[in-house]
């Protein structure tokens, strides 16, 4: 009576050794002709992401507040916050006791002229050096930005002279900036000085050759407006900013510097 069981177990067993001994089968691998063959991504990399438009916040360090002559020296600076323009020029930027330093030192020999655009709210304020000092101003319209204020040109004396001095110290108070012109000092170099009451400013700042090269050396970077496309004679009375692409220049503790402004 326990035949059938006996032979079917030996049935099974030789089929699971003959299974055992076969040879494993070959996958086959199906490639579409029409289809890219995908490539192993690349390894990350750390790579500073360059930053975004409205985002380049510069922190500028405490320093001591440089003379506005037009030179300048290695221990005035040195203290300084160090950017570079378009064309690996130097900026120089610090604070002292409610006022913004920028020194502009070009690459190339030769005089130059500058331009601090600054931006509040709706208004835009071009501080321009050369031969004398002027300001700027233009309102956002409906059509970009109207010129409501020309330059007045003031401060054209690069003597040290009590009178030079006064047109000077009046300027600084009644325009809320000063500057040495392009006739002071070295002639590739420019200092700034501008008052900063809220601790941070928006600006950019660009230079030209005062020979008359068709040139617009800028900061930052980013700078895509008339700004950087301004002819280096009469401004236009319209113009085009975005300051959205500008810089932030801001104190480390901007509340500690305001209580510090309004002590």
């Not at 326990?2 to 089929?15: E, M």
């Not at 930027?93 to 500058?114: D, F, Q």
Request: hydrophobic share 40%.
């Amino acid at each position: 009576m326990f035949k059938p069981f006996t032979q079917t177990a030996i049935l099974i067993a030789v089929l699971a050794m003959a299974s055992a001994c076969a040879p494993a089968a070959t996958p086959v691998s199906v490639i579409s002709t029409d289809l890219p063959i995908p490539t192993p991504a690349p390894t990350a990399t750390a790579i500073p992401a360059s930053p975004t438009p409205g985002e380049l916040v510069i922190v500028a360090p405490n320093g001591s507040p440089p003379i506005l002559d037009g030179t300048m020296s290695a221990d005035e600076w040195s203290d300084a916050k160090r950017e570079l323009f378009s064309d690996g020029s130097e900026l120089f930027m610090k604070l002292h006791e409610g006022y913004l330093y920028l020194g502009i030192r070009a690459r190339a020999p030769g005089m130059i002229v500058g331009n601090i655009f600054l931006s509040q709210g709706d208004r835009v304020s071009i501080l321009h050096s050369s031969a004398a000092l002027g300001t700027a101003v233009y309102e956002k319209g409906a059509d970009g930005f109207q010129q409501t204020q020309d330059f007045v040109w003031r401060c054209r004396s690069s003597s040290n002279s009590p009178s030079a001095q006064a047109a000077r110290e009046a300027f600084l108070q009644e325009e809320g900036w000063l500057a040495d012109i392009s006739y002071m000092g070295i002639p590739e170099e420019l200092e700034y000085k501008i008052a900063m009451s809220d601790g941070s400013l928006r600006l950019a700042v660009t230079f030209t050759p005062a020979s008359g090269v068709s040139v617009r050396i800028y900061w930052p970077l980013s700078l895509a407006d008339d700004s950087i496309k301004a002819p280096q004679g009469e401004f236009p009375k319209n113009m085009q900013f975005y300051p959205s692409t500008w810089a932030t220049v801001t104190a480390d503790n901007i509340s500690a510097w305001i209580e510090h402004i309004g002590d």
